[in-house]
């Protein structure tokens, strides 16, 4: 398994300050010869640094928290956006007279959606001389933009003074975070910069954040409200924007995850208890479904999918002709078996759904088929006296070997792996995978090997056939998950662990496919057996978030403090928490950051604590959940 180590630092000042800037170069050249001669030359070139201003890139936002859109969201959690360049907060800022990295030039809003204010296009232009709504006249504004256009919100002064940290709460909503994690012996390192809100939800429902510039915006005094009235508007450029939704019984990623159904280790229909044969065949994941025979009566048949719930054993007469020579009839249960039958069929469709795969297998079998004929009539001409390339180009037929096309190859892997199957192929019966469940599998490799003889089978010019290029993989395991921590947790770090082979530790499987098949279901593929699957939020995913104060001694939240090793600070034997303050105003779950950071220094004795220290204490750790294996494939 990868080991990650999480750091956190205050800040990050860019290596040069946003500005322009000039740089020469002289070289002074002396010549020995008859006389002594010395010249100097000079070049001078100027060049600008100027970071984003008016809009964002979207490489720039590495992720958002909660995601955009999702649903189920705890109310104890302080939005945050993760910025790819840990400089970025930085790179500006919010008080000239400061030094660079005093205060962080982005600030996060969080808004009600009966609070949230609308979005709209403005001119960059315009903004330089805009007096309503108020707008500061930014230095450079007309010569120093990386728009023409930007987005903006209007905000009454009245509420933004609620919401807007004061110049002593600024410095604690920025930090960088360094990540360093060692994945298969190879070191992985990766610095991102955060910017947190200093609101929480309040009630559930959907919530808006806005990532807003205040470059330039505050001075001495705090934000420069340029004089207006109480119900005046004040315009804010915004960088990014999203949207999420609260419940009173959201839950976080680890009780999510600890709730799952898992009544069945496998994707299998429950027993019914009546009729031991018919169990058996649900017990190995097979499902009843509608059949029509040719003669238009009505049946049922067997079908099972590639996700098995355990190890198939199985010979087939492979390559088919058709599908029929891979439909089984069950004496016992008297019932037709389609599994294979269906799979070979299916791989045709796909094949000739794909035009540019059918084209390219076609080509390849006419070629194919042409130097075999070619290959067939060497012995007819074996005494003529060939020269040159002639003589060259039948060494060459007689003894090399006609490789297939790359997009047939890549085609062939991607099914290999079950990329474009239909998820009703994959899983016959919904009720195999009910709401909020995870179901383990081994992939039936037979499936696999008539998926791609079926698409094999197309495009067939002579009775000269090549060779399939990609057969089934050995053996793949893996795991599909309906929930929604897919939704809500989008980036998230999957881990499996084989069975330790003789003499040796536990296994990382190698990850083959990880596929967001819907909203809400999610499926992996390993290489190998999956004894043991580790599912955990990625460190840029971790949040601060609160807890409620169990004790009775508060009905508001709390946060139990951390040692410098990150374990539970203690004193006289009990955890040491602090309660979260909230500033008395009408808009409720703006936290008080200067109160809280005093609070914070004074239960870990010190002077003050940095943003990185602030970090440190609220973040919310990586809880991963576990999921083992018992060899029979049931979950533990």
């Given at each position: 398994?990868?080991?990650t ?18 740089i ?8 020995n010869?008859?006389?002594?001669t010395t ?5 001078g070139a100027?060049f ?25 969201v705890?109310?104890d959690?302080?939005?945050?956006i993760?910025?790819?360049r ?5 790179e ?12 962080p ?16 296009i403005?001119?960059?232009d ?26 903006v919100?209007d ?15 600024l410095?604690?909503l920025?930090?960088?975070r ?10 992985l390192?990766l ?11 309040q ?5 808006q954040?806005?990532l ?10 705090g934000f ?7 119900d005046d ?6 960088l990014?924007?999203w ?10 990623f ?13 994707l ?6 009546q ?5 058996a065949q ?5 499902a ?9 009566q ?7 999918g ?7 054993q199985?010979?087939?007469?492979l390559p088919?002709?058709s ?6 009839y ?6 037709f078996d389609?599994s294979?039958?269906a ?12 035009q540019?795969?059918?084209s390219?297998?076609?080509r390849?079998k ?7 004929n070619?290959?067939l009539?060497?012995?007819?001409y ?6 040159g390339?002639c003589?060259?180009?039948?060494t060459?037929?007689a003894?090399?070997v ?7 190859i ?12 239909p998820f009703?192929?994959?899983v ?6 009910p ?6 599998f ?27 290029p990609v ?5 793949l395991?893996?795991?599909?998950l ?12 999957i ?5 330790p ?12 496919r ?8 999610l499926?992996g ?13 990625r460190p840029?995913?971790l ?7 169990l ?17 539970p600070l203690?004193s006289?034997?009990e955890?040491?928490?602090?309660t979260?303050?909230f ?11 200067t109160?809280l950071?005093g609070s914070?220094a004074?239960e870990?004795g010190?002077?003050?604590v940095t943003?990185a220290?602030f970090a440190?204490?609220?973040i919310e750790?990586?809880v ?5 294996q018992a060899?029979a494939?049931a979950?533990?």
């Open positions: 398994m990868s080991n180590l999480l750091s956190f630092s205050a800040y990050q000042a860019p290596p040069l300050p946003d500005g322009c800037y000039q020469g170069v002289t070289q002074t050249v002396t010549l010869g008859a006389g002594t010249a100097s030359y000079g070049y100027s600008k640094v100027a970071g984003p201003r008016f809009a964002l890139q979207a490489s720039d936002i590495q992720a958002v928290f909660p995601a955009d859109g999702s649903t189920d705890r109310r959690i302080l939005p945050h993760v910025l790819t840990s400089t970025l907060p930085w500006r800022k919010a008080d000239n007279d400061l030094a660079p990295g005093a205060l030039w982005l600030a996060i809003l969080l808004f009600a959606e009966d609070e949230a204010p609308t979005a709209q403005a001119e960059v315009a903004l330089a001389t805009m007096t309503s709504p108020w707008f500061p006249q930014l230095a450079g504004i007309s010569d120093d933009r990386d728009a023409d256009r930007a987005t919100i905000v009454s002064r009245q509420t933004l003074q609620q919401l807007l940290p004061a110049s002593t709460e410095p604690f920025a930090h960088v360094d990540t360093r994690s060692s994945d298969n012996g190879e070191a390192q610095s991102s910069a955060l910017v947190t809100a200093n609101r929480i939800p009630n559930a429902g959907r919530y954040a806005f807003i510039s205040i470059e330039e915006r505050y001075d001495s005094a420069d409200y340029q004089n207006a009235a109480q508007l004040i315009r804010l450029i915004c990014k924007q949207s999420f939704e609260t419940t009173e019984s959201a839950q976080d680890a009780d999510v995850l600890a709730a799952l159904n898992r009544d069945h280790a496998g299998q229909l429950p027993p019914n208890h009729n031991a044969m018919a169990d649900l017990n190995a994941g097979y009843a479904i509608p059949h029509h025979l040719r003669e238009a009505q049946t049922a048949s067997w079908y099972r590639p996700l098995a719930p355990g190890p198939t199985s010979q087939l007469p088919a002709t599908s029929d020579a891979l439909v089984f069950d004496q016992e249960s008297g019932l389609e294979y039958a799979a070979w069929e299916l791989g045709r469709l796909l094949a000739l759904q794909s540019q795969f059918a390219s297998l076609y390849f006419q070629a194919y088929a042409q130097r075999e070619q290959r009539q060497l012995p007819s074996a005494y003529l006296p060939l020269r390339r003589a060259t180009a039948r060459e037929l003894e090399g006609l490789e297939a096309p790359v997009d047939i890549d085609w062939l892997q991607s099914k290999a792996l079950l990329r474009g199957i009703r192929y994959l016959a019966d919904t009720r195999m995978l709401p909020e469940s995870i179901r383990f081994q992939v039936d490799s037979l499936w696999v090997e008539c998926l791609l003889d079926g698409a094999f089978a197309i495009g067939n010019v002579s009775n000269h056939i090549p060779q399939r057969s089934a993989h050995s053996t395991s893996g795991f599909i309906r929930s929604a921590v897919v939704a809500s947790w989008p980036d998230r770090i881990e499996a662990i084989g069975q082979a003789a003499g040796q530790g536990q296994q990382t499987l190698p990850l083959l990880q596929d967001q098949l819907s909203g809400n279901v499926i593929i390993f290489a190998g057996t999956v004894q043991q699957l580790v599912l955990s939020p840029q995913m949040h601060f978030g609160f807890a409620p104060d004790s009775g001694t508060s009905e508001g939240l709390i946060k139990p403090l951390r040692d410098q090793d990150g374990a203690t006289n034997g955890q040491v928490t602090i979260i303050p500033k008395s105003q009408s808009l409720g779950g703006v936290v008080d950051v109160v950071a914070m004074e870990l010190q002077i003050t943003s220290d440190f204490q609220l750790g990586a991963g959940v576990s999921f083992n060899p494939g979950a533990a």
